[in-house]
Each structure stands twice: as C-alpha cells, then as structure tokens.
C-alpha cells in the first residue's frame, strides 16, 4: 500500500484509521483486503477499519470483488462463493464508526466520529446520547436489504446512496 511507504509501517505511535471500501476499488481487491486483515491480526491497537458500503455483500457482488476472487483464486464455483461469503461475514463484523481522540498533548483537538459515508444533516442534531444508542445497535447486517432497513446502520453507511 502507497500510504505505508510514504508514512511508515503501523505501529504503537504509527496508527492507521482505513475508512472502508476496501474491496471493488481495482484489481487488487483480494491484496488490499488480506493485507489489512494480516495488519488488523498483527497489531490490533494500531490498524483500525470502518465498514463501508462496498463491505457488503450486495454491493461488492455488483462492483468486482466477486469476479475478482472467481479470477484470482481459479477454483470452481462453489469455492470461490464459499471465500466470498466469508470475507462477506468478516465484513459484517467490521466497526461502522470510530472516535478519534488526541494522544499527543503538543498537538490536541475535541475527539470526533469517523464513518464512511459521513454524516446527514439530520445527525447534526443528533445528541450525544442518541449517538451512544448506536452502540446497542446489532450492526452485524449482513446484505444491503437488511442494513437499509437498520436506520442509523444505513445511515453511516449508505447516506451518499439515499440522499
């Protein structure tokens, strides 16, 4: 990945917030998200990801990923679909939202909220409480259908898809 080579590898002072879409972006789609993953398994503290739309079985099925797994790995049908479909249930447990805080005290800033597809107006007048409710959210939605159905589920992650 470009970003490492220009920053460094992840480490304890080194951290990484990779805000979704790591799949159906080219033709490395198997690369980028295995090579997440390894980095998420090695170091759990320094990588963070947030789920984003493409983590999604019925997005990444339309947008390559799996046309990229049937290509790349070359088994029949049945074992390509099998990875897909367990990339596609390690996505859903992947983290909507992050909170970055400051950990320097030269340089601090108020904590802010990071999801994929950003906030809409309406979460501007969301309370702080109202967000604290999302973490009794099951966000562990699995196709499109479902998570548009989930309100604040679809909202983090769909709000450029349904405004």
């Not at 049908?77 to 992947?94: H, P, Q, R, T, V």
């Not at 601090?108 to 979460?123: D, I, N």
């Amino acid at each position: 990945m470009d970003i490492l080579s220009r920053t460094g590898n992840p480490s304890a002072t080194n951290r990484f917030l990779f805000n979704g879409d790591f799949v159906d972006r080219g033709r490395y789609s198997l690369e980028t998200i295995v090579y997440l993953m390894t980095w998420k398994v090695a170091l759990p503290n320094s990588i963070h990801l947030n789920r984003g739309n493409h983590e999604e079985a019925d997005i990444n099925e339309k947008y390559g990923f799996l046309s990229d797994l049937e290509d790349k790995l070359g088994f029949s049908k049945g074992a390509y679909l099998e990875w897909w479909n367990k990339f596609n249930d390690a996505f859903s447990f992947i983290p909507l939202g992050a909170v970055v805080r400051s950990s320097s005290s030269v340089q601090s800033f108020l904590p802010f909220l990071v999801v994929h597809a950003g906030l809409p107006k309406e979460a501007v007048q969301m309370t702080i409480a109202e967000l604290n409710d999302t973490k009794k959210v099951n966000r562990v939605a699995t196709n499109f259908r479902e998570a548009k159905t989930a309100g604040i589920i679809s909202t983090f992650m769909f709000v450029s898809l349904i405004h």
